[in-house]
Nanobody, 119 residues
Framework: QVTLVESGGGSVQPGESVTLSCVVSAFTSCMGWFRQAPGMEREGIASMSRGGSTFYADWVRGRFTISKDSANNKLVLRMNNLKPEDTAMYYC????????????????WGQGTQVTVSS
């Protein structure tokens, strides 16, 4: 069983950056980040396969970067130029098969970390 613990959320102003971390008990074949805003469906942001291939949602448009800190067993999401519409709960996820940014690729989820972007 894989455990995932997110951290790094908080309140920031538009245009600022935030780095989210997810401490994982073990990396799986697909690791990813999702978010869910109030009243909205959960959406995939980015994922990374065991081989290092990365997948991003089209709307990310270079603002977010997923990476792996293997030395510290962390999955990292760097978010730049944050906007109010990025306000959401952010979740780390793990899957054991194919990789992509859709929920069907994942079956283990962290508890989430809140990011609020407001002036």
């Amino acid at each position: 069983q894989v455990t995932l613990v997110e951290s790094g959320g908080g309140s920031v102003q538009p245009g600022e950056s935030v780095t989210l971390s997810c401490v994982v008990s073990a990396f799986t074949s697909c690791m990813g980040w999702f978010r869910q805003a109030p009243g909205m469906e959960r959406e995939g942001i980015a994922s990374m396969s065991r081989g290092g291939s990365t997948f991003y949602a089209d709307w990310v448009r270079g603002r977010f970067t997923i990476s792996k800190d293997s030395a510290n067993n962390k999955l990292v999401l760097r978010m730049n130029n944050l906007k109010p519409e990025d306000t959401a709960m952010y979740y780390c996820a793990a899957g054991f098969g194919s990789c992509g940014i859709y929920s069907r690729y994942f079956n283990t989820w962290g508890q989430g970390t809140q990011v609020t972007v407001s002036s």
